[in-house]
């Protein structure tokens, strides 16, 4: 089986608003725009790359699809932009006056930034790990002499406040 994920529809305001945007300000290609009836247009946008997901830019065409533009997600991080040069992107969309939400962070997983796009959806702008020379420490699970993690406690929050204050033990944010 080959299977994969083609496109994502963004409901958007305008559709050339928001082409204008995701190809001057995120960099990305416009990759069709075919008239389909007066009122709706196929408009697929995506990142420079290889084997890119397609935005399928999707205008309003009720009241309650208007009232999804700019938060999709109730209020989540939507998408996730992967680059080879986390800097490099950074800096060109601080230059065309992004709004970031969350600064850059280093993870175990690369160098990471929230932004918004023209609309408010939340986006991960996403570097590779090896592009901010950081080696994550070593770290041990937390242990309590009351509830050690291997206790057959059904639950060894109860028991242990070290666990209940741990950072291993954060819930889905």
């Given at each position: 089986?080959?299977?994969?994920?083609?496109?994502?529809?963004?409901?958007v305001?305008d559709y050339?608003?928001?082409?204008?945007?995701?190809?001057?300000?995120?960099?990305?290609?416009?990759?069709e725009?075919?008239q389909?009836?007066?009122?709706?247009?196929?408009?697929?946008?995506?990142?420079?790359?290889e084997?890119?997901?397609?935005?399928?830019?999707a205008?309003?065409?009720?009241?309650?699809?208007?009232?999804?533009?700019?938060?999709?997600?109730?209020?989540?991080?939507?998408?996730?932009?992967?680059?080879d040069?986390?800097?490099?992107?950074y800096?060109?969309?601080?230059?065309?006056?992004?709004?970031?939400?969350?600064?850059?962070?280093?993870?175990e997983y690369?160098?990471?930034?929230?932004?918004?796009?023209?609309?408010?959806?939340?986006?991960?702008?996403?570097?590779?790990?090896?592009?901010h020379?950081?080696?994550?420490?070593?770290t041990?699970?937390?242990?309590?002499a009351?509830?050690?993690?291997?206790?057959?406690?059904?639950?060894?929050m109860?028991?242990?406040?070290?666990?209940?204050?741990?950072?291993?033990?954060?819930?889905?944010?």
């Amino acid at each position: 089986m080959n299977q994969r994920i083609a496109h994502i529809a963004l409901v958007v305001k305008d559709y050339d608003e928001a082409i204008q945007w995701y190809t001057q300000v995120l960099g990305f290609d416009l990759i069709e725009d075919t008239q389909l009836s007066e009122t709706k247009r196929w408009v697929l946008v995506a990142p420079k790359g290889e084997g890119a997901c397609k935005l399928l830019l999707a205008k309003a065409a009720n009241e309650e699809q208007a009232s999804r533009i700019g938060n999709q997600t109730g209020g989540r991080v939507f998408l996730f932009l992967h680059t080879d040069d986390f800097w490099r992107d950074y800096n060109r969309l601080l230059e065309h006056k992004v709004n970031f939400v969350r600064e850059p962070a280093k993870e175990e997983y690369g160098t990471v930034a929230v932004f918004e796009d023209l609309y408010g959806n939340l986006w991960d702008l996403i570097g590779p790990p090896n592009n901010h020379n950081y080696n994550r420490p070593k770290t041990t699970l937390p242990t309590c002499a009351n509830a050690p993690i291997a206790s057959t406690t059904a639950n060894p929050m109860a028991t242990c406040p070290t666990l209940a204050t741990s950072p291993f033990n954060r819930m889905a944010e």
